[in-house]
Nanobody, 120 residues
Framework: QVRLVESGGGLVQAGGSLRLSCVAS????????MGWFRQAPGKEREFVAA????????HYRDSVKGRFTISSDNAKNTVYLQMNGLNPEDTAVYYC?????????????WGQGTQVTVSS
């Protein structure tokens, strides 16, 4: 069993920044990829970014490349998503996930989600 707890969401104006955090606990040793997904109202959940626990490999969806940065801190079992240059299209509930596929994560566990709202 793995538990994922996100934090850091909030309301920000267009052009602003937020940093999301996800703390993992439990049997995380079975997995080597952590990722972020998001789901906007009326839309399907979509992949945002992923990272290997080593931090050596990352993968992003095209629309966030150059604006979002995913990073990991193994000592804290924590993954971060630094989001810069936010725009209203980034408004969504952001979910942390754990799996073993760097391109899709292929999650076995999800966090509860944290709301990000970008005002224009």
């Amino acid at each position: 069993q793995v538990r994922l707890v996100e934090s850091g969401g909030g309301l920000v104006q267009a052009g602003g920044s937020l940093r999301l955090s996800c703390v993992a606990s439990g049997r995380t040793f079975n997995y080597h990829v952590m990722g972020w997904f998001r789901q906007a109202p009326g839309k399907e959940r979509e992949f945002v970014a992923a990272i290997t626990w080593s931090g050596l490999t990352t993968h992003y969806r095209d629309s966030v490349k150059g604006r979002f940065t995913i990073s990991s801190d193994n000592a804290k079992n924590t993954v971060y998503l630094q989001m810069n240059g936010l725009n209203p299209e980034d408004t969504a509930v952001y979910y942390c996930a754990i799996g073993n596929n760097i391109r899709t994560v292929d999650p076995d566990y999800w966090g509860q989600g944290t709301q990000v709202t970008v005002s224009s």
